[in-house]
């Protein structure tokens, strides 16, 4: 086989599975290079050795999209159960519901407001003298009021992101943070659910088909690229550059790991929103998998700070210098011959695992397209500056 037709794919997570299998079903010949031990990236999923609980490893992840396509291809590879992530929020020395609901702010006012009572009385305690909001405070302020801001969004935030939110832009709460009814569905997406085997047994079975040979344990140098006809690369945009222009800040989790008997918090996901609490939230793993039973329980503290050298990135920080500095790799990026960047570090965004899918899927379709015309694939599929 020709290197023409000869592909690499750096990464096993859902861009380059994705990627790889698609390519593979058109008859190329790809090799997915992956750094780590394991496939499915940060979607990583395994057994608990002491509770045989299915633990997210790093980070709870529950699928959600409103994409059909993506919905169709990604439940080939393994059966999804319907899930509905129900998030709690303790501020105060009080549990809450999350997103912020007509519960919670009867709760946390005392009230027992309608719909349109509810959407009267936060107008009534919001800033209105901010018309075009600029910063994440701004918008909080603007749309909750003080007294809901300083309770669930400000010291989160602060944990969350190592800033201020009078730092922060105003895009990062993109939307009214508030639902003026009792839903409490963390997402607004028609499909919702969590793979019954785990993500990392759905990567697996998506990268079994003829032409895909997987390297674990095996980093991919730049240098390669000539020994190939394509390279597509899910690393760290900086990382392919040798960070020429320095490195991309991003933010990274640690989470400390404890045991109990029995059921620790009755919930998956309970966030701590207050500063003086280190960690931003506590998940525990059984209950995303409702459909098993665990006579013990294992859980996540989970903590945010600066990424390292050596640390897993997880949050792209995305300010003005970063937007910048990015500017400069992508101009390096769209000059790099026979090299397509792809996924969240690829492009530097942060992106939910349905946008992933979707992104490598039209990534796959157009290199299929080009190169039946013989046409140059290009750098970028998606812009990471957008």
């Known amino acids: 086989m020709s290197k023409a037709r000869t592909i690499a794919v750096v990464g096993a997570g859902f861009s380059g599975a994705v990627i790889a299998h698609q390519l593979a079903k058109a008859g190329h010949r790809v090799t997915v290079f992956e750094a780590r031990g394991h496939l499915a990236g940060n979607c990583h999923t395994e057994r608990d050795a002491e509770t045989g609980v ?35 929020a303790i501020t105060g020395g009080r549990v809450y519901t999350l997103p912020i609901n007509l519960l919670t702010i009867n709760q946390f006012f005392g009230r027992t407001l309608r719909p349109s009572e509810a959407r009267d009385f936060l107008e009534s305690i919001a800033d209105t ?8 405070e701004e918008q909080a302020l603007r749309f909750v ?16 992101w190592g800033l201020d939110p009078s730092e922060l832009p105003a895009s990062i709460l993109k939307r009214l943070p508030v639902r003026f009814n009792y839903d409490d569905n963390y997402f607004n997406h028609r499909r919702q659910g969590i793979p019954k085997d785990g993500y990392s047994a759905l990567v697996e079975r998506m990268l079994q088909v003829p032409g895909v040979s997987v390297h674990l344990g095996t980093a991919f140098e730049p240098a390669r690229k000539v020994e190939f006809g394509h390279v597509f690369y899910s690393g760290p945009i900086d990382a392919w550059f040798g960070h020429g222009k320095g490195r991309l800040a991003y933010r990274t989790l640690d989470f400390e790991v ?50 390292g050298e050596s640390d897993v990135p997880y949050y792209p920080v995305r300010l003005a210098r970063e937007k910048a500095q990015l500017a ?3 101009d390096m990026a769209k000059r790099e011959g026979n090299v397509t960047f792809v996924g969240r570090l690829g492009t530097y965004r942060y992106l939910d695992m349905d946008v992933t899918i979707k992104e490598a899927l039209e990534v796959a379709d ?8 013989e046409a140059r694939m290009p750098a ?6 957008a």
């Open 328 to 330: 400069e790799y992508v």
């Open 54 to 88: 299915m633990t997210h490893v790093y980070g709870p992840h529950i699928f959600h999209t409103d994409n059909e396509r993506v919905w169709s291809f990604i439940t080939g590879f393994g059966e999804f159960v319907p899930y509905v992530n129900r998030v709690k």
């Open 366 to 373: 157009e290199f299929l397209s080009r190169t039946r015309g």
């Open 258 to 307: 404890f045991r109990e008997a029995g059921d620790y918090q009755g919930n998956a996901v309970i966030n701590y929103c207050e500063q003086k609490v280190p960690y931003t939230r506590v998940t525990e793993h059984k209950h995303f998998a409702p459909w098993e039973n665990h006579a013990c329980t294992v859980c996540y503290r989970e903590f945010s700070r600066a990424c």
């Open 145 to 160: 009021g003080r007294e809901l801001y300083e309770a669930f969004f400000k010291g989160y935030t602060q944990k969350q």
């Open 380 to 385: 970028f599929i998606a812009s990471p500056l």
């Open 129 to 136: 003298s901010i018309e075009s909001p600029a910063t994440f």
